[in-house]
């Protein structure tokens, strides 16, 4: 099976969760998020630069988890932008 190219929209989107994610981080160290999340430094490094723009959501829960982030408030802000972004 192969998977389709992502789109723009998809990209930002990635991009856009990522700087939450990191805004919400805050001045705790990677190190000390990945290991509260039971990631890898590495892949939230990536998540949080966009570089893996649709990452599983597990994944992104647990992260939001660790920095307290409640999931409502992530779907919330990148919703809004999935309208500006189509439009």
Same mark, same amino acid.
């Given at each position: 099976?192969? @998977?389709?190219?992502?789109?723009?929209? %998809? @990209?930002? /989107? !990635?991009? $856009?969760? !990522?700087?939450?994610?990191?805004? =919400?981080?805050?001045?705790? +160290?990677?190190?000390? #998020? =990945?290991? &509260?999340?039971?990631?890898?430094? %590495?892949? $939230? /490094?990536?998540?949080?630069?966009? /570089?893996?723009?649709?990452?599983? *959501? *597990?994944?992104? &829960?647990?992260?939001?988890?660790? #920095?307290? $982030?409640? $999931?409502?408030?992530? #779907?919330? /802000?990148? +919703?809004?932008?999935?309208?500006?972004? +189509? &439009?």
């Amino acid at each position: 099976m192969v @998977r389709q190219p992502l789109t723009q929209h %998809e @990209r930002e /989107r !990635g991009e $856009l969760l !990522g700087a939450l994610l990191r805004t =919400a981080r805050a001045d705790r +160290s990677m190190a000390e #998020v =990945a290991a &509260a999340a039971g990631i890898s430094v %590495e892949t $939230l /490094r990536k998540i949080e630069r966009g /570089r893996i723009p649709t990452p599983a *959501f *597990f994944t992104v &829960a647990a992260i939001a988890c660790a #920095v307290d $982030l409640p $999931l409502e408030d992530l #779907v919330a /802000r990148t +919703s809004d932008t999935d309208s500006r972004l +189509s &439009a």
